[in-house]
């Protein structure tokens, strides 16, 4: 029999939103931001780190006076670091502005100071790697533009794309948070958000060294997309789609080559919620998402399914 679960992991603040998860030294950690409302300019980082059941074995806290932090992203580098992404909002007597910025943990409890990562303004949403190089897309609302950003964190890290995907450039508006795969050949995967005229999806593509790319049009709508490689045609997809009953978190699947996008499942959600992050172990999916669905108010979920083949197949064959 296959497993499948979902639990709360989190339920402690006002509204707990934003995300994501991954795999560090054989245990499960998720980030997500803490806050008295989505909109809030109090937002903090919590970071938990779980055991394959589910189970919380620690926690962290991360907070910068004067700063909202918001949409916190996890990754390993090269050196089996974790590295933390986040944007931050500075309210303070000198004026306001926004600021990517990074941390790195050698243990996943002690955490680096923060430093600065792209250009203020930018909100870089998410670092994927391949050979040793992290990657992300950044967007700017007012530009209604995004850039392809490559480096270290760490170290450098610049923008090598500066028009990857705009209005100016592709007539359609205000693209925002994505998520990117690599696949074994080398090629680069885009999904991308948009919030203007049709608000549809994008899947981008692009051959080393990345430079030109090719765009489709998914015709769906995909709010703080997520996605993993599962060979190299299909992508395993998680965020917020729109149903009869309001926003839902969902689980897709996507053909790369023929950019076909099909629902596999909604989880349990409702209200203010997505914002997923995902973690294939030994063929087991866990996907962190928030939700108000419970609780009258915004928490932290996990979900589990044992077999995400079967998952898969159960989809293709319906």
Same mark, same amino acid.
Not at 4 to 23: G, V, Y
Not at 149 to 158: A, C, D, I, N, V
Not at 256 to 277: E, F, H, M, Q, V
């Given at each position: 029999?296959?497993?499948? /679960?979902?639990?709360?992991?989190?339920?402690?603040?006002?509204?707990?939103?934003?995300?994501?998860?991954?795999?560090?030294?054989?245990?499960?950690?998720?980030?997500? %931001?803490?806050?008295?409302?989505?909109?809030?300019?109090?937002?903090?980082?919590?970071?938990?780190?779980? !055991? /394959?059941?589910?189970?919380?074995?620690?926690? *962290?806290?991360?907070?910068?006076?004067?700063?909202?932090? %918001?949409?916190?992203?996890?990754?390993?580098?090269?050196? !089996?670091?974790?590295?933390?992404?986040?944007?931050?909002?500075? %309210?303070?007597?000198?004026?306001?502005?926004?600021? &990517?910025?990074? /941390?790195?943990?050698?243990?996943?409890?002690?955490?680096?100071?923060?430093?600065?990562?792209?250009?203020?303004? +930018?909100?870089?949403?998410?670092?994927?790697?391949?050979?040793?190089?992290?990657? $992300?897309?950044?967007?700017?609302?007012?530009?209604?533009?995004?850039?392809?950003?490559?480096?270290?964190?760490?170290?450098?890290?610049?923008?090598?794309?500066?028009?990857?995907?705009?209005?100016?450039?592709?007539?359609? $508006?205000?693209?925002?948070?994505?998520?990117?795969?690599?696949?074994?050949? !080398?090629?680069?995967?885009?999904?991308?958000?948009?919030?203007?005229?049709?608000?549809?999806?994008?899947?981008?593509?692009?051959? &080393?060294?990345?430079?030109? +790319?090719? /765009?489709?049009?998914?015709?769906?709508?995909? $709010?703080?997309?997520?996605?993993?490689?599962?060979?190299?045609?299909?992508?395993?997809?998680?965020? %917020?789609?729109?149903?009869?009953?309001?926003?839902?978190?969902?689980?897709?699947?996507?053909?790369?080559?023929?950019?076909?996008?099909?629902?596999?499942?909604?989880?349990?959600?409702?209200?203010? *919620?997505?914002?997923?992050?995902?973690?294939?172990?030994?063929?087991?999916?866990?996907?962190?998402?928030?939700?108000?669905?419970?609780?009258?108010?915004?928490?932290?979920?996990?979900?589990?399914?044992?077999?995400?083949?079967?998952?898969? *197949?159960?989809?293709?064959? $319906?």
């Amino acid at each position: 029999m296959v497993t499948q /679960w979902q639990k709360c992991i989190s339920a402690r603040a006002s509204h707990s939103a934003f995300t994501d998860l991954c795999e560090f030294n054989q245990h499960l950690y998720c980030c997500f %931001r803490e806050a008295t409302d989505h909109i809030s300019g109090d937002g903090r980082i919590c970071i938990l780190k779980l !055991n /394959w059941q589910g189970q919380i074995i620690d926690k *962290n806290h991360l907070r910068i006076a004067g700063a909202d932090l %918001r949409d916190p992203k996890l990754s390993v580098d090269g050196n !089996n670091k974790l590295i933390l992404l986040a944007y931050a909002r500075y %309210r303070g007597e000198s004026g306001a502005y926004s600021q &990517p910025l990074t /941390w790195f943990s050698g243990d996943g409890f002690s955490w680096s100071s923060a430093k600065e990562i792209g250009h203020k303004y +930018w909100w870089l949403w998410r670092l994927r790697w391949h050979q040793g190089q992290a990657f $992300g897309v950044a967007y700017n609302r007012q530009a209604q533009r995004t850039a392809l950003y490559s480096g270290h964190p760490l170290r450098t890290f610049e923008c090598i794309v500066d028009d990857l995907f705009s209005l100016s450039r592709q007539a359609k $508006g205000y693209p925002n948070e994505s998520d990117m795969l690599f696949t074994q050949d !080398n090629t680069v995967y885009v999904l991308l958000r948009r919030d203007a005229d049709s608000c549809t999806a994008q899947l981008g593509m692009a051959k &080393p060294p990345y430079r030109r +790319w090719q /765009w489709q049009d998914l015709g769906v709508y995909l $709010g703080g997309p997520t996605m993993l490689g599962l060979d190299q045609e299909r992508a395993l997809v998680s965020g %917020r789609v729109w149903t009869e009953q309001g926003p839902r978190t969902a689980l897709l699947r996507l053909n790369l080559r023929s950019a076909r996008i099909k629902l596999i499942t909604l989880l349990p959600s409702a209200g203010d *919620n997505s914002y997923p992050g995902m973690v294939i172990k030994h063929n087991a999916l866990y996907v962190s998402y928030y939700s108000s669905h419970q609780q009258q108010k915004s928490c932290i979920y996990l979900y589990h399914h044992g077999d995400v083949e079967r998952l898969l *197949n159960e989809v293709e064959e $319906g």
